[in-house]
T-cell receptor
């Protein structure tokens, strides 16, 4: 079974731009969660999608948004990038049912200049 | 929100040593997972263990939910065990799984 695939692996953007990150979950998994990892704040939950609906959301500004498609693939968008958005963005896949382990992709390293 | 504290923050051991990593959490949870982040940034799920004890090879974990802590044991350490170990907790409700709250991790270095 293929693992969680995130693209691109690296991104460099400038302040004010927007960016879209992609995540393909493990086949059969219906839940996709997104996390931001920074040296200062550690790993923080952004949001979770299940069957194309946002089911849970963390404490991030509205510039961070996402969506999920019918094939469970998910995209995350960050608009009006700020220097502080530089981070490793990790996508996690799970069955979405209680007791489901999270399986993470390799992440997208975003640098905002 | 739930607070998660991991100890020790850093640990340096020789190959072959055993270690115990601790995770304390501030509220009741029904979702607790341990992860290993390797030097390349990949997060690997080690255990889903909201209560009880599990073993997987040289690794085992115990969660005492009533006392709000979990322990990860690594025996006969190998250099490939190096990396950061995270404990993450959360809760399931009628609306599905809350996002996991991660601790700051234990940075483990295994020297040959």
């Amino acid at each position: 079974k293929a693992g969680v695939t995130q693209t691109p692996r690296y991104l460099i953007k400038t302040r004010g731009q927007q960016v879209t990150l992609s995540c393909s979950p493990i086949s059969g998994h219906r839940s996709v969660s997104w996390y931001q990892q920074t040296p200062g704040q550690g790993l923080q939950f952004l949001f979770e999608y299940f069957s194309e609906t946002q089911r849970n959301k963390g404490n991030f500004p509205g510039r961070f948004s996402g969506r999920q498609f019918s094939n469970s693939r998910s995209e995350m968008n960050v608009s009006t990038l700020e220097l502080g958005d530089s981070a490793l963005y990790l996508c996690a896949s799970s069955t979405g049912t209680p007791g489901g382990k999270l399986f993470f992709g390799s992440g997208t390293q975003l640098s905002v200049l | 929100g739930i607070q998660v504290e991991q100890s020790p923050p850093d640990l340096i051991l020789q190959e072959g040593a055993n270690s115990t990593l601790r995770c304390n959490f501030s509220d009741s949870v029904n979702n607790l997972q341990w992860f290993h982040q390797n030097p390349w940034g990949q997060l690997i799920n080690l255990f889903y263990i909201p209560s009880g004890t599990k073993q997987n090879g040289r690794l085992s974990a115990t969660t005492v939910a009533t006392e709000r802590y979990s322990l990860l044991y690594i025996s006969s350490s190998q250099t490939t065990d190096s990396g950061v170990y995270f404990c993450a907790v959360g809760a399931y409700s009628g609306g599905g799984a809350d996002g996991l709250t991660f601790g700051k991790g234990t940075h483990l270095i295994i020297q040959p």
